[in-house]
């Protein structure tokens, strides 16, 4: 059982940057690909990106590439989301999750959920 914890997100301008950082316990974090997501009030869970178990790929939503940035440390258990450029419309909590298969867009590819963090960005 993979136990993730994703670290607060925060109230930031448009523009500015954050960092979101997800730690891992519980089983072998470098086995496991890993993805980021977020949800909106009103609206469903949305992909963001992706990062295969080595950190050699990744894949990322039309709406956040150029801007956002995922990247592992497989010796500390973790892994970033580095958000760049922020806009009002990346508003949304944001969850880390694990999949003991190949990285994919597909949430039901997933087999372990963080609790969530809001991240909120004001024009």
């Known amino acids: 059982q993979v136990q993730l914890v994703e670290s607060a997100g925060g109230l930031v301008q448009a523009g500015e940057s954050l960092t979101l950082s997800c730690a891992a316990s519980?089983?072998?974090?470098?086995?496991?690909?890993m993805g980021w997501f977020r949800q909106a009030p009103g609206t469903e869970r949305e992909f963001v990106g992706t990062i295969s178990w080595s950190g050699g790929s990744t894949v990322y939503a039309d709406s956040v590439k150029g801007r956002f940035f995922i990247s592992r440390d497989n010796a500390k258990n973790t892994v970033y989301l580095q958000m760049n450029s922020l806009k009002p419309e990346d508003t949304a909590v944001y969850y880390c999750?694990?999949?003991?298969?190949?990285?994919?867009?597909?949430?039901?590819?997933?087999?372990?959920w963080g609790q969530g963090t809001q991240v909120t960005v004001s024009s």
């Open positions: 999750a694990a999949a003991r298969g190949g990285y994919s867009s597909s949430a039901l590819s997933y087999d372990y």
């Open positions: 519980g089983g072998t974090f470098s086995s496991y690909a």
